[in-house]
């Protein structure tokens, strides 16, 4: 149960750095982003529903991660 709480933490700690490198990366225009939307052009052929499902992914990961520390760390049945 753990193993799945801590793989969770990490998959929406990897998606936040995504989301906050496109951001920077498109800002600083280390990437090209000629339709101004903050996801590299470069990314957007294959990778454009992550951006789109960002608020559904985020909110699912966090509702899993509290559900999974409730779980855990406050509900025992003993
Ligand atoms: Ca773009």
Same mark, same amino acid.
């Given at each position: 149960?753990?193993? %799945?709480? +801590?793989?969770?933490?990490?998959? #929406?700690?990897?998606? !936040? %750095?995504? +989301?906050?490198?496109?951001?920077? #990366?498109?800002?600083? !225009?280390?990437?090209?982003?000629?339709?101004?939307?903050?996801?590299?052009?470069?990314?957007?052929?294959?990778?454009?529903?992550?951006?789109?499902?960002?608020?559904?992914?985020?909110?699912?990961?966090?509702?899993?991660?509290?559900?999974?520390?409730?779980?855990?760390?406050?509900?025992?049945?003993?």
């Amino acid at each position: 149960m753990k193993e %799945i709480l +801590y793989l969770l933490i990490v998959f #929406a700690l990897f998606m !936040g %750095i995504v +989301y906050a490198y496109a951001i920077y #990366a498109t800002k600083n !225009g280390k990437s090209t982003d000629e339709n101004n939307n903050f996801i590299p052009d470069s990314w957007e052929r294959f990778f454009k529903w992550v951006f789109q499902a960002k608020v559904f992914i985020m909110f699912g990961l966090g509702f899993a991660i509290g559900f999974l520390i409730c779980k855990i760390y406050f509900i025992t049945f003993h």
